[in-house]
């Protein structure tokens, strides 16, 4: 098997098998935060109404996943850290819920193998 294909395997091995979860939110007016887990880790965020229709969110995730295994008699180290902070404007155009979201990521994926 070739390195490329090892390494693609041992990547999606280490991807956590849970989607976003629809989380915990508690709200106070128009202030909302947020806890969920998701392939980017756990996520914590907090949200406000700007005004009728549109909304403002900050959000923070982290991950740090580690897995040791062996195949073949080789030992195989895997590590995955996600820190992000994201800020994000939501535009709600219909009364059903959906919503335009537009905004920024920046943080740090690393992902190492040997």
């Known amino acids: ?13 280490m991807l956590p098998a ?7 939110a508690f709200s106070g007016g128009n202030l909302e935060t947020y806890a969920g887990v998701g ?19 900050g959000e923070f995730n982290y991950l740090d996943y580690r897995k040791n295994f062996s195949s073949a008699s080789v030992d195989y ?5 996600y820190q992000n902070v994201g800020v994000y404007l939501d535009f709600f155009p219909l009364a059903n ?4 979201s537009t905004g920024a990521l920046l943080g740090s994926n690393r992902v190492e193998g040997n």
Request: proline share 0%.
């Open 18 to 24: 849970v989607g976003m979860a629809n989380g915990i």
């Open 1 to 13: 098997m070739s390195a490329s294909i090892k390494a693609s395997m041992l990547v999606l091995s």
């Open 39 to 57: 392939t980017q880790g756990l996520a914590l965020g907090v949200g406000a109404v700007v005004m009728d229709g549109v909304s403002v969110r």
């Open 77 to 81: 180290t895997a590590k995955l850290k």
């Open 97 to 100: 819920g959906f919503r335009l």
